[in-house]
C-alpha cells in the first residue's frame, strides 16, 4: 500500500520539508554519485552509522565485505558524526524517492504544525532517537546503517498524535489492476509501526538491509519530542480544517 495524499491543508510553503528534501537528493547525486561505484560504498563506509564502530566494539582494521567487491574498515578514528551524517544517505534510487515521499507527504503538515526553526530540531532529534535504539539494541552490528527513515518516523509518530483520524488516501496494485481507498491517518501508520516493531523483533541484526529499531526509535523520539515543538494554536487550525470523516 502506497499512500498517495491526505486530506490535511497547508497554511504555508513547507521550506524546511523542502530544503530537507533538497539534501537529501543533493547528498545522493555529489557524494554518492546516484548510486555508482566507488562513491557509494566509500559514502556509506565512512559516513554511515556502524555501531560497532561507533561504540568501539570491533578491532582496528577489521574488515567486512558489503557486496559488490566493495569492503568496509573500521576502527578509522573518531566517528562520532556518523548519527547524523548517515541520516542523509541511501542505499539507491528507490530507498531515496521512497523516504522522499514519505516526508513530503506527512512532513509538510508537521512543519506547518510546529514553525520551521522547530520543525527543523524536531527532525534532527528524531533521527538522533532513531540512531541511538538501533545502537542500543544492536552494540555490536558491524553493517551501515544509512537513510531518512529514522528521522521521517519521528514525522509520523507526531502526525498519528496530531491527526489520527485525517483520511490519508493509499493505492496499492491488485493482480494488474490499480485499487484505490482511504483510511485514517491512525489506521496506516499504525499498522506501518507494528510492522516495524514486529520486523525488530524478529531480526538478530539489519534484516534485509531495513534498520527496524532505528524506525522504531524515530517513532517513539516523535511522540516524545511533540509536546516541546508543537504550536497549540496551528495544530487547532489545522484540526478544524482537516477532513474528519
Known sequence: MIPYRDDNSLFRTPIVTGALIAANVLCWILVQAMGQEPALAKSVCELGLIPAELLRQAPGGTMFEMGNGASCVLGRGPVWYTPLTSM?????WGHLIGN?????LFGNNVEDSMGRLGFFTFYILSGLGAAALQVLLQPGSVLPMIGASGAISGILGAYIMLY???RVHLF???????VTFTVPAFFMIGYWFLLQLLGGVLSSDQAGGVAFWAHVGGFLAGIVLLPLFR???LVASHRRMAAWT
Do not use: K, Q, S, Y
Request: hydrophobic content about 65%.
Open 100 to 104: 522522499m515521499w514519505f516526508l513530503w
Open 164 to 166: 489520527p483520524r485525517v
Open 172 to 178: 496499492f496494485l491488485l493482480i494488474i489492476f490499480p
Open 231 to 233: 504550536d497549540p494554536a
Open 88 to 92: 542523509f544517505l541511501h542505499g539507491g
